[in-house]
């Protein structure tokens, strides 16, 4: 084992699986010399070459719709798109064509396409290097959403995304690239990609979330543990496909449900979440459904006082726990 | 080839090309026309048999290639001669599509949404999907979608180091999407082995070309992506031909060219469309006499390589493939509703 | 009062609102001469010229980038996407830009645009002319989304919709467009946009729907009425603002829910109806939460066999309800 | 102005420029060059003060403006003369914005992210969000977004009659988007009032030209849109001017124009970028002595329009009132946490 960040963990799996398989590439804005502009790709042209770490011009949607094209032909490219709110132009790509090129085509094509994609807020990125993207891409079928929150699940999961041959969208929250960090195995290992990951055990309250809040949860629950609470805490890790049974397994068991995403509430992946719950356990829920998500606004703002107030964190969750154990 | 004119000049040894109208083109011979001409009579027979069929409520929608053939098929077969070639095509080419070779009764499955269409199983509008036995993908009628796709393909092949030359067709209509010059651009960075065909007719449904650009040619263009572009007579089977040969040689050697056919869409947009509401009487009219089937037929007519009787019987055999397809696929089944759920990832 | 289809009540709110205030204008493909794919804006090139009535080129990403544009100047653009399928290249300047551009301009710049949508299935269009997408922009604070069911409301709503000075997005359901067909009042009138309407009161089952679904919705519980099911039928009509309170309000009443959409289920617009009732009426809950909805396939494929089996429709409403009923 | 080339040249009988490279421009006196000169040091000054306080944390990004100096102030004088312009800039023209302006405080508080920053109060990158007051709309720093935008404006002003012409800037960078071809190819469509300015300075943070295009001039695309394309020396205050203005004349009377200035990225892409990682350190030397800043001052020393005292004062004035703003600014305070909920719709 070795302690790594999220992001090392991430340049580890770019670099394990382009030495595996020389059909898969990289390719982006910056990700050449520069390394990309979080260094995900950092070094990857010295030891693979121009060929298959290609710095593209400024243009999200056929930064996709040329690795998907690239895929057809048999290779299994992982384009990266600088910053998640930069994905915008790609959706036609993404969501009209690469989710659909096996289905429309009656499964003769197939997409092993990974599409990385930093995102997340808490870093000053303001409106437009903050936003949250994941609730279009869960709602289409044919794409699949990782959303790992640890390096050692990052990595593992990047890797069997990379292997896996549908396309796949991969967040990487920005927050976390340097600031979680863990241990990591030496030997090489991959995870398998639609499990959700029960981060810490409890009895009384399920913790639902994914990404950054992961922490925050952990935090939230450790801090009031003391006060007699025991929640458990359901890291998703994919979104799709759902682990729907480890989710309403955690809620027969306890009964009470929070969802936690940084994301903001109104139509986000929490929503589908407390409805599969209050559709297939609804006999075991002992109290409202309750969430705590970014409010709806447009991403959060620049002020370190503005984003403060629309970042959820430990103490916001906390309250939710405490709440849903008075009731 | 009067009609030819360059921008950015290709830069090839090939000699021949716009010298020798009066003798074939290099590659082909006689026969080669006379079995292209049946094919082309035969995509146009079923074309006609279609959009009959969407009157009888039997085809829910069709796109006609009428006026397109002479580009479609004419590129096409500078492409199977090639030998090396991969083709995104959009959903204007029937022609093309049929030609590459499914058969008639295929063809006329897919048309009628029924088991069997070999692009979709009857997901997707007619031959819409993927057809890799002929090295043919079009994944959906998105206009502009093909032609980063197609990039990316061309992209792949060139790591690959083989051979392969990408062509891509597009409509003047896809001409303006964002994609498309995101698309060429790359190929021009990167000299890929592509090349952008454009069948201009001149309207993208209603919208006529003066609402869609301020320049005379979309092959006007290339000069701003480093590479050649050429404006051919799309009604023109030969021409099509020898430059559409001429352009993959140089994309597999040299990088991308744009080549442009002036076609003419003799049919409204597709059987949706009443395209009265829109083009005068008189240029319908005239456009209609403007038919690149009738003229490849009279060309084999005058350089005595086909009588006309022969031209009738190459029409009967035609009607008769079409008649044969239409009852079969009459006759087929809808695709399995089982089948719902198959396909959203790959097995 | 007169008997209009919802295509007629559309071009009619059109026409009025043009006539209305000279700042308002048509652009799209095929919007002139043609009068639209679907003949919406039939006429109105002869009546307003082509300088009110443009036919753009076919670029959807600028068609709604200049139509923003137009809007900062002061008028009051309504861009056309020719089908809800071609939408994906206008997310980055309808939701990255539009939706944002009064909120990080700190309320500087208003975006009074209207952006016509026809959208959904049931007509033969295949994986590319059928789509449902308003699960995103149900997500984006900073939009309006109004999706309505009948002549009357399509007129009142796309006016109000236009006169509004935030960015709209107006879902047509293709499908409505001649099939549906009602009373329309002569004189002009506006319905406020953000109001649910209860188009069949009940007080057994609530059943949340809109756009074509509505329909269906109320065959069924007409259908299920014979067999002493009192279904109440609320009809959303526009999704954000969404009217919580008359949704919850009935849910109260009856205890029960059922929500029915054509769009695929897993993060869609009902996920989120279920969600506030299980948290917001959770102790008036008699049974668990039922959801109506389009598979998790990419959207409907073109052979009727495959269609049909795709759509929600009366038979499987009914089901629903009499199981819920049965609960 | 020995750099300017035409491709598709601008139609207009604008005499003079071109030609009178010893006296200045039309439109602007001595007093005119002493005053922007002034503006332009405290852009400078500013600028790099802006990078010293990221550096200390107070400032958490920063893109420069150091070598786009003369491009963007030289045009916007061009606007400012002109007086009915309306502009779109883009994130690296602090020097225009500020010119166009902005007190130093306002500046900075905008940099800092304090109340009463005038583009956005806080809720935005510096800078971005808009400045009606100024005549400046740039919704957001999303690369290519502007482009469209400010052709749908132009368009907007073309229906209400009025004269405005539209100044879009953009980077070379942002040439690759789909959205600038559709702009410019509406605009080439409608004969709009707008002007395309891109500032090239070869680089998309770490991407270099030939992986951006294989064209050495962006303008040559404007051909491909039926209107002039133009490239200027970017570094060269009164080129920039003297062509600006002509093009402001030219799109209001005959429709678009694509203008590039050639400039150089001095510093790094942003605070957050290190350019060691990919520019050669030699070409980093020579681009920094290529300031035009530098070159403005020492140009009007020669022609004996400043003395050497003079310009120390003025950088002596700039340091004072950025000193100024910067305490200011620092003492303000943040935006009240409950305006998160404001102006999510239009009150
Ligand atoms: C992105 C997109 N926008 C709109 C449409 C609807 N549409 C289908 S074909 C077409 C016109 C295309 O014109 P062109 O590219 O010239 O091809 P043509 O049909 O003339 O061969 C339009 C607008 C579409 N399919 N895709
Ligand atoms: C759509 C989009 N993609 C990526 C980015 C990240 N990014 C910011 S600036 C930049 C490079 C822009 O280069 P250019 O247009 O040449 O402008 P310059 O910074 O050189 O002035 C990139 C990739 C962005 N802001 N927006
Ligand atoms: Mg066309
Ligand atoms: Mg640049």
Known sequence: ?327 | MAYRKESNPISSGDAGVGEVAASLPEGLTEQDLVEIYAKTVLARTMDERIWALNRQGKVPIAASSQGHEAAEIGSLLAAQKDGRTFLFPYYRDLALKMTAGLTATQVMLSFMGKDGDPYSNGRQFPLQGADLPRNIIQISNVVGAGLTQSTGYAFACKMLGDDTVVLCYFGDGASSQGEAHEAMNFAGVHRLPIVFICENNHYAISVPQRLQMAVEDVASRAAGYGFPGIVVDGLDFLEVYATTREAIGHARTQGPVLLEMKCERLMPHTTDDDDRRYRPPEEIAEVRGRDPVARLGEYLIDQGFLTPDRVEQIKADALHEVDAATDAAEAANPPDVRTLFDAVYPS
């Open chain 1, 1 to 327: 084992m070795t302690e790594r960040s999220v992001i090392e963990a991430i340049r580890d799996a770019l670099r394990e699986e382009m030495s595996r398989d020389p059909s898969v590439f990289v390719m982006g804005e910056d990700v050449g010399r520069r390394g990309g502009v979080f260094l995900a790709t950092q070094g990857l042209i010295d030891d693979f070459g121009e060929d298959r770490v290609i710095d593209t011009p400024l243009a999200e949607a056929s930064i996709v719709g040329m690795a998907l094209g690239s895929a057809f032909r048999g290779m299994r490219p992982i384009p990266e798109v600088q910053f998640s709110d930069f994905i915008w132009p790609t959706i036609n790509q993404l969501v009209g064509e690469a989710a659909r090129a096996c289905y429309g085509s009656n499964g003769a094509l197939q997409v092993p396409m990974v599409v990385r994609v930093p995102y997340g807020g808490g870093i000053r990125g303001g409106l437009f290097h903050s936003q949250n993207v994941e609730s279009l891409f869960f709602h289409t079928p044919g794409l699949k959403v990782i959303v790992p929150g640890t390096p050692y699940d990052a990595k593992g999961l990047l890797k069997s995304a990379i292997r896996d041959n549908s396309p796949v969208v991969f967040l990487e929250h920005k927050k976390t690239y340097r600031l979680v960090r863990g241990e990591v195995p030496d030997d090489p290992y991959i995870l398998s990609l639609g499990q959700a990951d029960i981060k810490r055990q409890g009895g009384g309250i399920t913790v639902v979330t994914y990404g950054l809040m992961l922490h925050y949860c952990l935090e939230a629950a450790a801090l009031v543990a003391g006060e007699g609470i025991d929640a458990e805490v359901v890291d998703l890790r994919s979104l799709c496909p759902l682990d729907k049974e480890t989710v309403l397994g955690s809620v027969r068991k306890t009964g009470k449900l929070v969802i936690v995403h940084e994301d903001n509430i109104t139509g986000g992946v929490g929503a589908e979440i407390a409805a599969l719950a209050a559709d297939e356990v609804f006999e075991y829920l002992d109290a409202p459904i309750a969430r705590v998500c970014g409010p709806d606004v447009p991403t959060m703002p620049f002020a370190q006082s503005l984003e403060d107030a629309y970042m959820p964190n430990t103490e916001k969750i906390a309250d939710a726990l405490r709440k849903q154990a008075a009731y």
